[in-house]
């Protein structure tokens, strides 16, 4: 079994879903796969909550899978998976796992806040299951429930859950997991990158690199070798942005900049909504600022 420190090293990304009149648009998920499969990311996160998974059916969530297989070539994949139905998600594991997968990420089922020891059952379900790695997510102000350290470190022990996205907000649980070295510990929280990465952890899945996906490749690496000072400048560079990435809700404004871009229609499926225009033009003045910056000089 590879070395969780090897598992998952680096920055992953997670991948919005491109929509065109309602529907999945495939030819512009290919142009974004493409597009970000030699930009250094370590790997691409498919139907996670920026890939607006809940909007999606079983179906559509395959498809997409499917799609962004074929066009990424060596660059590792891992698939989101939620819900509160256990024989529900199980089916769905069965199927996602006939694909070549470097993981699953697996949040706690929403809204029914399960006790901790149901939180511990429920994972282990998943895991025993799985033909993939399991990747907790733990992200409370979505699914209601938080995990405790004393839960997570229990998961560790299993021999199929490989790591976690760090949305927690807890340091003190953050750093007894890159403490503990089980779990590989990758921020989920944009803002959290720079500290995360500094206390040990593997990498990080963020939303933000979709935008400039070099320069956040180039910080985790710059902490890899301990170029701090060099770490530090990149992440203040990209915190203007990151904080606006997040003024309304996501993926909103990370497809209003991709459209700009031109790599897909700014399209989300309701409640879901576009960024204002106003947050698009403070997001295209500050990216703007980006372009100037370049890792390999600092």
């Not at 003190?172 to 403490?179: G, H, K, P, S, V």
């Amino acid at each position: 079994m590879q070395e969780v420190k090897y598992l998952y090293r680096g920055i992953w990304l997670p991948l919005v879903t491109p929509f065109r009149n309602n529907e999945v648009d495939h030819v512009a998920l290919r142009r974004l796969v493409a597009h970000y499969r030699c930009s250094g990311l370590a790997g691409l996160v498919v139907c996670g909550s920026t890939g607006e998974a809940a909007a999606l059916d079983e179906a559509e969530q395959l498809a997409v899978l499917d799609t962004v297989l074929a066009e990424a070539g060596e660059l590792p994949v891992m698939m989101g998976l939620a819900g509160n139905n256990l024989e529900h998600v199980l089916s769905r594991l069965d199927r996602i796992g006939e694909r070549p997968l470097a993981g699953i990420l697996a949040p706690a089922p929403y809204y029914i806040r399960p006790s901790q020891e149901g939180l511990k059952a429920y994972f282990r379900e998943l895991a025993d299951r799985s033909r993939a790695p399991l990747v907790l997510y733990d992200i409370p102000y979505r699914t209601g429930v938080t995990l405790s350290a004393e839960t997570l470190l229990s998961l560790a022990n299993h021999g199929n859950i490989r790591g976690i996205k760090d949305c927690g907000g807890n340091a003190e649980t953050t750093q007894a997991l890159i403490a503990d070295g089980r779990l590989a510990v990758l921020a989920g929280e944009d803002h959290q990158l720079l500290a995360t990465l500094c206390m040990g952890g593997q990498g990080a899945i963020v939303a933000s690199a979709h935008i400039r996906p070099d320069l956040f490749s180039a910080l985790w690496s710059a902490v890899a070798e301990q170029r701090l000072s060099v770490a530090c400048q990149l992440f203040h560079f990209l915190m203007p942005m990151i904080r606006l990435m997040f003024a309304e809700p996501n993926p909103g404004p990370v497809k209003t900049l991709l459209a700009r871009h031109g790599l897909l229609s700014d399209e989300l499926r309701l409640p879901m909504t576009s960024a204002s225009t106003a947050l698009a033009e403070q997001l295209a003045m500050t990216c703007a600022a980006l372009d100037s910056v370049h890792a390999n000089a600092l």
